[in-house]
Nanobody
Framework: QVQLVESGGGLVQAGGSQRLSCRAS????????MGWYRQAPGKQRELVAT???????NYADSVKGRFAISIDIAKDTVWLQMNSLKSEDTAVYYC???????????????????WGQGTLVTVAS
């Protein structure tokens, strides 16, 4: 199965910047898209940004112009550059990967949706 390992969370002052990274590993797989979601205390998980293997991006309105997602398929890694951070950006950020995995040798690849363990970003006002 595909595992995702995130890094880069922590405490940052409002107006500051932070960069999250997430690397996929484990077995034979290919990545269709990767993304970042977040969940603030007492709220539902929400989409932050996604990027396809071809580089097409999608952002939540709340982060447009402040956050930038990028991907290196060769390294199975996605980054989220967060600028002009606000207190409302405080949340646990989860990495997601839409992948195709080889479960049985000789069989077709099948879809697998992988999630990271989450990394806490705290923005102090």
């Amino acid at each position: 199965q595909v595992q995702l390992v995130e890094s880069g969370g922590g405490l940052v002052q409002a107006g500051g910047s932070q960069r999250l990274s997430c690397r996929a590993s484990g077995g034979a797989f290919s990545i269709n898209a990767m993304g970042w979601y977040r969940q603030a205390p007492g709220k539902q998980r929400e989409l932050v940004a996604t990027i396809t293997s071809g580089g097409n991006t999608n952002y939540a309105d709340s982060v447009k112009g402040r956050f930038a997602i990028s991907i290196d398929i060769a390294k199975d890694t996605v980054w989220l550059q967060m600028n002009s951070l606000k207190s409302e950006d405080t949340a646990v950020y989860y990495c997601n990967a839409a992948t195709l995995v080889l479960r049985v040798p000789g069989q077709p690849y099948s879809p697998f949706d992988a999630w990271g363990q989450g990394t806490l970003v705290t923005v102090a006002s």
